[in-house]
């Protein structure tokens, strides 16, 4: 299985089964992994959102890692911190989407803008990918903030939304 990894933080793709169990049975995930026990709070647009990945990895198991939530680590507690998502394969431009979240317990640490940037590096190095974008609204300013810190680029806007890219 692959992992990604920082001094601070392990980035781990989530299969079926594990995304199963995350939105079902948080505690046998824990064990399943395994990671110290503590809240995981998923509300109910997190946990539509990793339902709909769950969809996604079914149809192309194969490649499971482009359509997943990758889960964050903290390798001091060894619990996870949030998440990033990949919303499948490169488009015909190479694009790859991205989107995140922290647990509110760990935002405010560096932990999305230091993950941001790991998955950047590595989704650049694939040799079907050139650009990674991410969408914000408008009103997340701490999101915008994540991404500018990682070296995105605004590009694009609409009514609701900013659109980010990385390259």
């Known amino acids: 299985m692959i992992e990604l990894s920082t001094n601070r933080l392990k980035l781990i793709p989530l299969n079926a089964k594990n995304l199963d169990l995350l ?23 997190l946990r539509q959102a990793l339902k709909f990945r ?3 990895v079914l149809e192309n198991e194969e490649n499971y890692i482009w359509y997943t939530n990758w889960i964050i680590v903290s390798k001091e507690e060894n619990c996870i911190v949030g ?13 790859v989407v991205i989107g995140y ?31 990674v974008v991410a969408d914000t609204e408008k009103s997340n300013i701490s999101s915008h903030k994540v991404l500018q810190k990682a070296g ?12 980010w890219r990385f390259v």
């Open 23 to 45: 939105i079902h049975e948080e505690k046998t995930f824990e064990i399943e992994l395994p990671l110290s026990s503590k809240e995981i709070f998923l509300d109910e647009e």
């Open 54 to 56: 769950r969809s996604k």
């Open 83 to 95: 998440g990033i998502m990949l919303k499948g394969l490169p488009n015909e431009q190479g694009e």
């Open 101 to 131: 979240y922290t647990f509110s317990q760990y935002q405010g640490k560096g932990y999305m803008t230091e993950t941001v940037r790991m998955m950047k590096d590595w989704l650049l190095r694939q040799s079907n990918v050139k650009y």
């Open 152 to 163: 995105a680029m605004l590009y694009s806007e609409s009514e609701e939304l900013f659109f």
